[in-house]
């Protein structure tokens, strides 16, 4: 799988070489610089089991973080009926954090009439009513929310989606897919978390074992995943769309070709209105269980989190506001649940659009929610606060 990535990536390159100067080459990027107040603790990203993607040395500590993204993406149509897409990141992360400086996010090709698309690769599943945005990118927040951040960190199917549009009001889609058997990882681990990281094909990165996972790359068990999609919608005023999504991966007692399955299904239902308006609200849904397998046995954790989203665009500036919950435990419901935790969080954020290029931000996100069956070590205290400035150029 990774030697037809890296020669599908060639092949793409290549198709930019020698296509740039041409009307169907689009180019799209963004360079986004952000200071971050953090009063939380270590992040999960630095192998710690704190909510955001930057953290303070302990719960009660505050720090302020630099942090660096480029983004890059194009679309390159040499035909009316097909598509090529690749887009990769580069990234200067807080001191500490694992994870990959420069990766690809996603590599596909599409082949389409007016009501069907077959696409092929690595890419996102569109469920998501807050990163609708080029690059999967949110215009609302600069945080995520918990469902968001998870599908950015370990739910990105490599395969093939097949999308049926037989009127302006209806879309289904089914997805059969691969390389996407250790999803479930994280969230077991170490819970819910909020930030704005997107992992990589081929990346490892931390649980608080310690050890590493890998969301996106080589398969492990030969099966296919399976993701199925219907949505309604009135073409610029409101959608609702319910999606089921199934790894289908096998339990193993050991470890597989150095990685864990975990067997993960989930739905989403997801809903927005005033699509184009300048007053727009979202919501999305999701409720689902992971399972690993171990000597002797399995266990399940079941998930489900939820958010309603507002804002509010007049002029040049935005005003947005979104409140969740979020809910992990042990599917057999035991006296003493170490996986439990229920939280809940808030984020409000301004943005004021100087130019159609420029994006300057601020924002404030509170997590409040506790996780009291972390292993030794590990303060369970997993809440806390960030502040966040942000420009952006994008082109």
């Given at each position: 799988?990774?030697?037809?990535?890296?020669?599908?990536?060639?092949?793409?390159?290549?198709?930019?070489?020698?296509?740039?100067?041409?009307?169907?080459?689009?180019?799209?990027?963004?360079?986004?610089?952000?200071?971050?107040?953090?009063?939380?603790?270590?992040?999960?990203?630095?192998?710690?089991?704190?909510?955001?993607?930057?953290?303070?040395?302990?719960?009660?500590?505050?720090?302020?973080?630099?942090?660096?993204?480029?983004?890059?993406?194009?679309?390159?149509?040499?035909?009316?009926?097909?598509?090529?897409?690749?887009?990769?990141?580069?990234?200067?992360?807080?001191?500490?954090?694992?994870?990959?400086?420069?990766?690809?996010?996603?590599?596909?090709?599409?082949v389409f009439n007016?009501?069907?698309?077959?696409?092929?690769?690595?890419?996102?599943?569109?469920?998501?009513?807050?990163?609708?945005d080029p690059l999967?990118?949110?215009?609302?927040?600069?945080?995520?929310?918990?469902?968001?951040?998870?599908?950015?960190?370990?739910?990105?199917?490599?395969?093939?989606?097949?999308?049926?549009?037989?009127?302006?009001?209806?879309?289904?889609?089914?997805?059969?897919?691969?390389?996407?058997?250790?999803?479930?990882?994280?969230?077991?681990?170490?819970?819910?978390?909020?930030?704005?990281?997107l992992a990589a094909?081929?990346?490892?990165?931390?649980?608080?074992?310690?050890?590493?996972?890998?969301?996106?790359?080589?398969?492990?068990?030969?099966?296919?995943?399976?993701?199925?999609?219907?949505?309604?919608?009135?073409?610029?005023?409101?959608?609702?769309?319910?999606?089921?999504?199934?790894?289908?991966?096998?339990?193993?007692?050991?470890?597989?070709?150095?990685?864990?399955?975990?067997?993960?299904?989930?739905?989403?239902?997801?809903?927005?209105?005033?699509?184009?308006?300048?007053?727009?609200?979202?919501?999305?849904?999701?409720?689902?269980?992971?399972?690993?397998?171990?000597?002797?046995?399995?266990?399940?954790?079941?998930?489900?989190?939820?958010?309603?989203?507002?804002?509010?665009?007049?002029?040049?500036?935005?005003?947005?506001?979104?409140?969740?919950?979020?809910?992990?435990?042990?599917?057999?419901?035991?006296?003493?649940?170490?996986?439990?935790?229920?939280?809940?969080?808030?984020?409000?954020?301004?943005?004021?659009?100087?130019?159609?290029?420029?994006?300057?931000?601020?924002?404030?996100?509170?997590?409040?929610?506790?996780?009291?069956?972390?292993?030794?070590?590990?303060?369970?205290?997993?809440?806390?606060?960030?502040?966040?400035?942000?420009?952006?150029?994008?082109?």
């Amino acid at each position: 799988m990774i030697c037809i990535m890296r020669k599908t990536l060639a092949i793409l390159l290549f198709g930019v070489a020698t296509t740039a100067g041409a009307q169907s080459f689009q180019l799209h990027g963004f360079l986004t610089a952000r200071e971050i107040y953090v009063n939380a603790q270590r992040s999960w990203l630095q192998g710690r089991v704190g909510r955001f993607d930057s953290g303070a040395d302990t719960v009660n500590d505050h720090r302020l973080v630099n942090t660096y993204n480029a983004q890059l993406g194009f679309d390159w149509t040499p035909m009316s009926w097909f598509l090529v897409h690749a887009d990769g990141i580069a990234r200067h992360q807080q001191a500490g954090s694992i994870g990959k400086r420069v990766g690809l996010i996603q590599a596909y090709a599409d082949v389409f009439n007016d009501h069907w698309r077959l696409r092929a690769g690595e890419f996102w599943l569109p469920t998501s009513r807050e990163n609708t945005d080029p690059l999967w990118t949110s215009k609302y927040t600069i945080t995520y929310s918990a469902l968001n951040s998870w599908m950015a960190q370990e739910v990105r199917p490599i395969g093939a989606d097949l999308q049926w549009s037989p009127s302006f009001y209806v879309t289904a889609g089914v997805t059969a897919f691969r390389g996407n058997d250790t999803m479930g990882t994280l969230l077991s681990g170490r819970g819910w978390t909020f930030g704005n990281y997107l992992a990589a094909y081929n990346e490892n990165l931390p649980t608080p074992e310690p050890a590493l996972t890998r969301p996106f790359g080589q398969d492990l068990d030969g099966k296919n995943g399976y993701a199925e999609r219907i949505r309604v919608s009135l073409p610029e005023r409101a959608v609702v769309q319910f999606t089921h999504i199934d790894n289908r991966a096998t339990l193993s007692p050991t470890p597989v070709k150095g990685q864990e399955p975990w067997q993960t299904r989930f739905n989403i239902v997801g809903a927005e209105v005033g699509t184009t308006a300048l007053a727009t609200v979202a919501a999305e849904w999701m409720r689902g269980s992971t399972a690993v397998g171990f000597p002797g046995g399995s266990f399940t954790m079941n998930f489900d989190t939820a958010y309603l989203l507002g804002s509010y665009k007049f002029a040049h500036e935005r005003l947005s506001a979104r409140i969740e919950r979020f809910a992990t435990s042990n599917a057999s419901r035991p006296a003493n649940d170490s996986a439990r935790e229920h939280g809940h969080a808030f984020t409000v954020a301004w943005m004021h659009e100087t130019n159609p290029h420029s994006r300057a931000a601020l924002e404030y996100c509170r997590v409040s929610g506790d996780r009291p069956g972390l292993a030794p070590g590990f303060d369970p205290r997993t809440g806390g606060s960030t502040v966040t400035a942000e420009y952006r150029y994008s082109f």
